[in-house]
């Protein structure tokens, strides 16, 4: 449940959302860290800020834990409507209205995952704030590092977002630019600026055209195979990024990118990774929830990885 936002609407606003234990803010803290972009999020221990564009107004946010509850800070808004967009949208990307013990019986019935979700009740979804914004990420993520595409992401803010001016961001270091728009990268010379492959960037080019033309694109809801057709249709998105894109900005609980790597070392028990279509019939024990049986598996990979 919703806090009831401030009566007082002046651009600084404070509100509380609800959250259903177990929750690990820590796996979520942990996993936006690794994919911030530079200039647009600022991830430190027990804080996630970013910048935001919203009806033509620029703010910034920031999202903290606190008891059962993320305590929320919007800056920049001075209409409640744009606020109730705001916080919507924050619910999705910290997955605040999933039911846990729902999750946990459907994974459950297999003793794989259901010993994972015992070791880690809490994990939750990370979500995103903007399809478009999750979207392009993805495609800068492809056959590179996560690291690696977090630096191209932060070179993509740098030459296309727009800068923040200092009343805009405020107390918030770290916080300099919005996220390109899909206007903004349309006709621009990505590949060129970002040192990248010319097919990458006719890929965002693509997308970006195909948000201005379906501005509903990464609409939450609907069927998995219908939402992942509509992106696979798009000049350079595969079937992984499909999904991928499907379980962070789409709500899709059932998406699963198959071919991940990281999934696929997660079920290596010593006798070899398993094959992709391994890996997929496996996967069919944990429909509708497989988005979650990704994220225990990535999870658990990253677990076995860490020093």
């Known amino acids: ?25 820590t796996h979520l803290e942990r996993f936006f860290a690794d994919h911030a972009s530079p200039g647009v999020e600022v991830v430190t221990p027990g804080r996630y800020a970013r910048t935001f564009s919203l009806d033509g107004q620029h703010g ?19 209409s409640k409507d744009a606020r109730d967009v705001v916080l919507t949208r924050i619910r999705a990307m910290f997955d605040l209205d999933i039911d846990p013990r729902t999750m946990s019986h459907g994974l459950g ?18 979500g995103a704030f903007d399809g478009f914004e999750l979207a392009v990420r993805a495609i800068l993520g492809q056959q590179v590092s996560v690291a690696a595409a977090t ?4 070179r993509l803010v740098a030459a296309f977002g727009t800068p923040l001016t200092p009343e805009e961001r405020g107390e918030e270091p770290g916080l300099t630019h919005l996220f ?29 055209a195909a948000v201005r033309a379906t501005p509903d694109l990464f609409a939450p809801g609907g069927r998995l195979d219908n939402a992942v057709g509509r992106l696979m249709a798009l000049p350079g998105i595969g079937e ?9 900005a789409m709500a899709q609980a059932d998406a699963f990118p ?50």
């Open 240 to 248: 992984w990024t499909a999904h991928y894109v499907a379980m962070r």
């Open 180 to 208: 390109p728009t899909p206007e903004q990268l349309l006709e621009a010379e990505i590949s060129r600026v970002l040192n990248m492959p010319r097919a990458r960037g006719r890929a965002i080019q693509g997308l970006a």
């Open 258 to 307: 198959a071919g991940d790597v990281g999934l696929m070392r997660a079920l290596d028990t010593g006798t070899g990774r398993p094959s992709r279509a391994a890996l997929l019939g496996r996967a069919e024990a944990w429909r509708p929830w497989r988005a979650y049986a990704a994220i225990h598996l990535w999870a658990e990979d990253a677990g076995r990885r860490t020093p």
């Open 1 to 25: 449940m919703l806090a009831p936002p401030s009566t007082a609407l002046d651009a600084d606003a404070h509100v509380a959302l609800a959250v259903r234990p177990p929750y690990d803010w």
């Open 109 to 126: 019935r297999d003793p794989l995952t259901a010993s994972l979700v015992a070791r880690r009740p809490g994990l939750r979804m990370p």
């Open 60 to 78: 910034t946010l920031s999202v903290m834990p606190e008891a059962d509850a993320l305590s929320v800070r919007i800056r920049g808004l001075d």
């Open 151 to 154: 630096r191209l992401a932060g």
